[in-house]
Every structure is written in structure tokens, then in C-alpha cells.
């Protein structure tokens, strides 16, 4: 089982900047890939930024420049540093995590999890 715990979430104002975290914890897994998605109301889930284990990162186009994604793997944590926010960046974040077992540097994913999310809102 993996349980992700996110935070950093809130209210700020346009061109403010909020970091969320992301701390997985697990007994029987390894995690690989992380990555921080988005919901905002009435619209459907959307991919924020990826990180793989071993750092490679990507970025949905609209975030690019703005939003870093980071990971610090001894804790298997992830975050997100949000920058310039917009109120378009209202949203519900959440995080996932690859888990999974190693054979060898062979990753055999098991499940993808799911944080509970955390609530973003920008004002203008």
C-alpha cells in the first residue's frame, strides 16, 4: 500500500507563487515516476508535470516557465514551486506515484496512487 499526503495548497493572488508537496509513504513498494495533475471545476483532470526517478521532467506547455517539478527520492517526496499564478491556475492539485518493485533497474509497476488533493485558488 502507498498513502500520498499532499500540502502547500491555498489562497494567493495573481502572480503570487505557492509550493505544494507531495509525501508518499509505503511498506512494500519502491516509487518510480511522480507527477502533480489538476482539476479545475467543471473541467477535466489535466497533467501538471512529470519527474521520473531518476529526475527527467516534463511539463503540459501552459506551465512551462512558470511551474518547477521536483523530487527529493530519500523521502519520496515530490513538489510543485508555482510561480506568475493565474486565476485560470484555480484548480484542485493532485499528485500520483508509479509504485512498484525492482528487478534489477527493471521497474515492474504495480499501481498507480492518488493523493486526496489539495485546493489551489488564485485570485484576480
Known amino acids: 500500500q502507498v498513502q500520498l499526503v499532499e500540502s502547500g495548497g491555498g489562497l494567493v493572488q495573481a502572480g503570487g507563487s505557492l509550493r505544494l508537496s507531495c509525501a508518499a509513504s509505503?511498506?512494500?513498494?519502491?516509487?518510480?515516476?511522480m507527477a502533480w495533475y489538476r482539476q479545475a471545476p467543471g473541467k477535466q483532470r489535466e497533467l501538471v508535470a512529470t519527474?521520473?526517478?531518476?529526475?527527467?521532467?516534463n511539463y503540459a506547455d501552459s506551465m512551462k516557465g512558470r511551474f518547477t517539478i521536483s523530487r527529493d527520492n530519500a523521502k519520496n517526496t515530490v513538489y510543485l514551486q508555482m510561480n506568475s499564478l493565474k486565476p485560470e491556475d484555480t484548480a484542485i492539485y493532485y499528485c500520483?506515484?508509479?509504485?512498484?518493485?525492482?528487478?534489477?533497474?527493471?521497474?515492474?509497476?504495480?499501481?498507480?496512487?492518488w493523493g486526496q488533493g489539495t485546493q489551489v485558488t488564485v485570485s484576480s
Open positions: 519527474i521520473t526517478s531518476g529526475g527527467s521532467t
Open positions: 500520483n506515484a508509479h509504485a512498484g518493485t525492482y528487478s534489477g533497474s527493471y521497474f515492474n509497476l504495480a499501481r498507480v496512487y
Open positions: 509505503t511498506t512494500i513498494f519502491s516509487i518510480n515516476a
